[in-house]
């Protein structure tokens, strides 16, 4: 199965250049590309054979038609699509999780996540967030975008929840996905939802706050040793010792020295 990965942003740098560098390190980046889509005015570049940028300064008025005119650029050989936000991290083996477990399932992700608050404050949750999703990209792209006015993301969260077609696994403190939060960039996902109008406002607002621009625009993957470091800093008090020895052996190819 081939897998494309689709990143929004808005010049976000720094987020970007993270959240690019997760991708590169991914355990099944063979089977993997990634769409970085740019709508800020400064051109994003980088030079890569599994990773296309997409500079198009446009200014949709919401989230789901940002994310739905990522899917018309997908890649069409792909036969999976998952969403790859800027602003969160991705540890190495998280494609891998989406490509064990999804199965024939049209949608899959991790039943629970961890939650980073600020740069060091790690805890584990059920919840729905909506960037460790994985979708067959036949049923990603049939949907309809017309649903959930009110929803401030692409209504096929809610058409996939809402039918049961959501497969989830409970990889425990093995899991994959980390959502950041405070860690001073804003969540276009949070913004409040409400009428097209409430949406847009709260677009051009995000917009507004994403000032994290470079001016040359050219991505250099970030280095992720001393993240990973605080990552594992951060769950071993929280985890058995053999699952932290499981943490630390998959990231060990990533690290300065363990």
Not at 95 to 123: H, T
Request: charged share 25%.
């Amino acid at each position: 199965m081939k897998v494309d990965c689709l990143m929004g942003t808005y010049g976000r740098y720094r987020v970007a250049s993270e959240t690019l560098a997760c991708f590169l390190q991914q355990t099944e980046i063979s089977n993997a590309t990634l769409l970085i889509y740019n709508q800020h005015p400064q051109p994003l570049l980088f030079d890569h054979p599994r990773v296309r940028v997409v500079n198009e300064a446009v200014s949709y008025s919401s989230l789901r038609q940002i994310r739905q005119r990522m899917h018309e650029l997908a890649d069409p050989a792909a036969d999976l699509i998952h969403w790859w936000d800027d602003d969160d991290l991705y540890l190495p083996w998280h494609l891998e999780d989406c490509m064990r477990n999804i199965g024939d399932n049209v949608a899959w992700k991790p039943a629970s996540s961890w939650f980073l608050e600020g740069d060091e404050q790690y805890s584990r949750h059920i919840n729905q967030f909506e960037a460790s999703w994985v979708f067959r990209a036949d049923y990603l792209k049939r949907a309809p975008i017309d649903t959930h006015p009110g929803y401030t993301d692409h209504p096929v969260i809610m058409q996939t929840r809402e039918a049961g077609l959501l497969a989830t696994t409970e990889l425990g403190d093995n899991t994959s996905y980390i959502y950041r939060w405070n860690t001073g960039t804003v969540h276009l996902s949070w913004q409040p939802g409400g009428s097209e109008e409430e949406q847009a406002a709260s677009i051009a607002n995000w917009r507004r706050l994403s000032a994290d621009i470079d001016a040359g625009g050219r991505l250099v993957p970030a280095d992720l040793s001393r993240t990973w470091r605080n990552f594992l800093d951060g769950i071993k008090p929280k985890v058995a010792p053999e699952d932290w020895q499981l943490n630390r052996s998959r990231l060990r190819p990533h690290l300065d020295s363990v």
